[in-house]
């Protein structure tokens, strides 16, 4: 397997676990990804991840009915502790070490965040699997996901969605929606396409690391994805 990124961080939001279910985790969605995250690194890459919480819980919906902000958010992160676990039991059981870092420390069920820990993890083929987001209401896990990438140091940010890639007009309406194979920071945040949040877009921006939008759902896209084939769009400089 010839490929191009050696260290990437793998963005999975809490509704790519959530399959065409209504809530919650579907085991089948969750075996695939951990199936397909294995080979990769059976194959020498590192991978980090950061997971999602919107399947279970989101702050902005909670604050919407009346709770604190900053609370939801809190609970928020919980949920992404628990997608985090999850994970790391699937992809366990598919034969790959895996350690779980979090970001409000529960030391009875994870480590905590430590930087130079979870690159030493990443150099022996460990996946690290990052939870509780960036630890700080008011912020998205995929800011986290652009955090952590600069952190420690990852080629690329792949954020897997239920769409192959960013299109010029949402492609459910429009038949005629043109898919773009690459686009720049720039374009992205002046037309504020929905690829990532604004914050997680300026601080790949500013640390020079691509983001790759790919379809999570075809079985073998996180494979073709770090090896550098064009199965999305690619934002970058
Ligand atoms: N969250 C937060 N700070 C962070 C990351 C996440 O407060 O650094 C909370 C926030 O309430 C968010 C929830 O955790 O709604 C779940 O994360 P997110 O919505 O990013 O999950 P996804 O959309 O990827 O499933």
Redo the contacts with the bound molecule.
Sequence with gaps: MTNTYKRVLLKL???ALMGDLAYGIDPTIVQSIAEEVSSVVQHGIQIAIVV????I????RGSAAGMDRAT??YV??L??AMNAITLQDAIERNGTPTRVQTAITMQEVAEPYIRRRAIRHLEKNRVVIFGA????????????AALRAAEIGADVVFKGTKVDGVYDSDPKVNPDAKRFNSLTYGHVLAHDLKVMDGTAIALCKDNNIPIMVFDLSVPGNIRRAVMGESIGTIVGE
């Design positions: 939001s809490g509704e999602g919480g919107g399947n819980f989101r702050g902005i939801a958010d928020g992160m949920a992404t987001g960036s630890g700080n209401p008011f912020f998205t896990t995929d800011t986290t």
